[in-house]
């Protein structure tokens, strides 16, 4: 049974910085692509960033230049560093492991931009 659990989401003013964390068990993590997702309240929940197994990396154009995803197989832990951030990217955040026909969600993360 494979379970992502998210971390690090909170409440930080405009201009500020925020690290999400996603830790995965029970499966070959370095193999599969890692995702966050984001849905703000009414909306459809939208790509945010992905990561494949050799590292390549692409962006939403709403968070390019100030997002960057990561991961860690070693730990089994994908990050989202999300710095200059704006009201806009109040959401719940989602991380995703997804290949080989299967996808995981983790189970959401709650975060607020507001002065």
């Known amino acids: 049974q494979v379970q992502l659990v998210e971390s690090g989401g909170g409440l930080v003013q405009p201009g500020g910085s925020l690290r999400l964390s996603c830790a995965a068990s029970?499966?070959?993590?370095?193999?599969?692509?890692l995702a966050w997702y984001r849905q703000a309240p009414g909306k459809q929940r939208d790509l945010v960033a992905t990561?494949?197994?050799?590292?390549?990396?692409n962006y939403a154009d709403s968070v390019k230049d100030r997002f960057t995803i990561s991961r860690d197989n070693a730990k089994n832990t994908v990050f989202l560093q999300m710095d200059s951030l704006k009201p806009d990217d109040t959401a719940v955040y989602y991380c995703?492991?997804?290949?080989?026909?299967?996808?995981?969600w983790g189970q959401g993360t709650q975060d607020t931009v507001s002065s």
């Open positions: 990561i494949n197994n050799n590292g390549r990396t």
């Open positions: 995703k492991m997804y290949g080989f026909g299967y996808d995981y």
């Open positions: 029970g499966s070959i993590f370095s193999a599969y692509v």
